[in-house]
Each structure stands twice: as C-alpha cells, then as structure tokens.
C-alpha cells in the first residue's frame, strides 16, 4: 500500500514538514483507514527534532525521533548515515492506524512511504521448524 501525500502547497518530490513556505514547527498527520503493523520511508536528511508517532484507536503505540534512528542525527545532506530508507515492523500484535510526522525546526524530509501488514514469525513455529530440520538431517544420517 503506498499513498501520494503531495498537497496543493507541497509540489516537490519528497514530503517536507513543516511544509515549504510554513514556520516552524510542522505536523502532518496519515490517517490509514484500517491496521497496520509496517512502514518505511526513505528519511532524508534525519535531524533530532524529526519526530515520528504511531498511534492505534487514539492511543500512542509508539515514537522515534532522529536520535533513535542515527548517531549523530545532525541532518547532514551528503552523509549516508543521516539519509536512509528506515524500516518500522511492530511484533506481538502491536499495529497502528494512525502515523504522525512531527518537525520542531526545518526539516522533516521523507519520500517512498510504504505501508502494509507484514508476517511476523512466532517462536514456536521457529522452533518447530529447527526439529524437523534436525530430524531430517538424523534420518539422512542413519541412511548413510
């Protein structure tokens, strides 16, 4: 699932909050519709005053800022580390509705937004999955 969130006064090719031509601080808020446990955008230029939060029902699951993400997050345009495509995956039922982007100062950059649900492997199927493999190689074994 992926959504356009270009607006009538945001006509680049990446999202900026706050938007270009507004004062900071900015905010932006993506309204899903349904549950999800998965996104990932590519974050440009991560500074520690970009903030992202994940809420289900009205209710905070979760928040990163650009600390959480990289060391230094000094939005630095040329560094690899300070521009990467961030991955957010929730386990354990966790999942959201509602994404906030949050920017205290100028900028919160980000493009490529994909949402959707992703599996997330439980324990027990781990385990039983290592047994049959090791039964398999002690069959192959008593074989030879």
Do not use: C
């Not at 808020?29 to 440009?44: A, E, S």
């Not at 979760?62 to 300070?82: V, Y």
């Amino acid at each position: 699932y992926n959504r356009d969130l270009m607006t009538a006064t945001n006509s680049t090719n990446y999202f900026s909050i706050p938007e270009p031509g507004v004062a900071p601080p900015g905010k932006h808020t993506l309204v899903l519709g349904q549950d999800y446990n998965y996104v990932g955008l590519f974050w440009g230029s991560i500074d520690s005053y970009n903030h992202i939060s994940f809420y289900s029902g009205g209710e905070l699951v979760d928040a990163f800022g650009g600390s959480n993400i990289t060391s230094p997050a000094n939005g630095d345009q040329s560094a690899p580390s300070t521009n990467e495509y961030v991955n957010f995956l929730f386990e354990n039922g966790q999942v959201f509705d509602t994404v906030i982007f949050e920017s205290q100062n100028y900028a919160f950059e980000f493009d490529n937004v994909a949402v959707g649900n992703q599996p997330v492997p439980e324990p027990a199927t781990m385990l039983l999955f290592g047994l049959g493999l090791l039964s398999l190689a002690g069959a192959s074994r008593r074989k030879n």
